[in-house]
């Protein structure tokens, strides 16, 4: 890239970043939590949501707005649950970025909502250099996809709140060791929660819902 | 994005592919087959490269430029194989550019090679978009990622050359539908190749060879 390019690229980072100041106190202002969930795609953000929303949908209201280059088979899943959710659609945008959240905020009822879930585009790189307005940062590596992914995208992980280890119940099959993942993540981010989870089977979701519930209760 | 970053986009679009055009005269001029392989972070492109250089290591010379945002994780893996590669980190950025992969040929010895792969950096969105003056594209696709993602991230389907449906050794202990997904391929691009494999156990991969075989002798 030359320096006009990077001169552009920092006035976006600097433009989105003020735009996603402004979601923040909005949410403040109402006492809202937003989450920003990232990971490759078909790591389980969907599965993870649709788990989070079935523990605690009894006692917050919810709502997601989903991030998607195409399609709306996400947003359809939620809403088959009773659930409000907003589509995004990028059309070949491989991340969301704070106007868009905007836009996706206009057409929810804030007055009706403790908790929003962001579902980003499935893209383990660019989805972290945008602030969105959320408070927290939640990215998933599933066991599939093998345990140096860290080092290979780390930026990802150095930025994030909390770090899912999802697709724990098919472990015996893949070749990624859980005893040591806390230590590579506590090298890049010492203050990033890990947590180990099944989003199809439900293992390990109740700490996860736990972090959630603690962190609403701060807000 | 505004029409003067439009515009940029444009520029920078139209000059990869003015380089691309010119590393692609570069190796037919040699006669030499470059392969660029796209997936997901951990969909198995190391793997495959890994599986099909002990196929073809003894009828043909092959190398292999290796794209990451950070590490040499996957280069140190085919050098131990003694195969020739090159690092590009791309430090941060999501996709390789034509101006990248010229680089790396000028560090590779051509006099002595067939057949080049290029392990494009994990993301199955920006990539898509960037000519590196390969012949050829190959997309994999992990059982474990889903079979809707053709639908999510249509860019890279509709402009592979060969789909790889990889992992199918792990099929019964995911949703994946294995006997709809080529018509969901032919239905975004008719003319691809879908071949199912496991890079693990080397099932399948035979077919996806003698293709790399059958484009290596109309090289």
């Known amino acids: 890239m030359g320096v006009r390019t990077l001169t552009i690229r920092e006035n976006i980072l600097a433009a989105n970043r003020e735009k996603a100041e402004s979601i923040r106190q909005l949410l403040d202002s109402r006492r809202i939590l937003m989450v920003n969930i990232m990971s490759s795609p078909g790591s389980g953000k969907t599965s993870l949501i ?3 929303i079935n523990r605690l949908r009894d006692k917050y209201r919810i709502a997601v707005i989903e991030g998607d280059v195409a399609s709306s088979i996400d947003t359809d899943k939620i809403i088959r649950q009773n659930v409000p959710a907003v589509q995004i ?9 704070a106007q868009m959240i905007k836009q996706a905020l206009d057409k929810l009822d804030l007055d009706g909502i403790d908790l929003i879930f962001i579902e980003n585009v499935g893209n383990l790189i660019c989805t972290a250099d945008f602030d969105l307005g959320a408070h927290k940062n939640a990215v998933i590596l599933s066991i599939p996809e ?12 150095v930025e994030a709140d909390v770090v899912l280890v999802n697709k724990v119940d098919v472990m015996p099959h893949f070749d990624f060791k859980l005893d040591g993942f806390p230590a590579i993540i506590g090298g890049l981010n010492p203050s990033a929660r890990v947590f180990t989870i099944s989003a199809k089977t439900g293992e390990g979701i109740d700490d996860w819902v736990s972090w959630i519930e603690a962190t609403l209760t701060r807000t």
Request: hydrophobic fraction near 25%; charged fraction near 15%.
């Open 146 to 157: 093998g345990d140096d992914k860290p080092f290979k995208y780390p930026v990802m992980f």
């Open 50 to 52: 649709m788990q989070t």
């Open 89 to 97: 659609n990028t059309g070949g945008g491989c991340h969301l970025h």
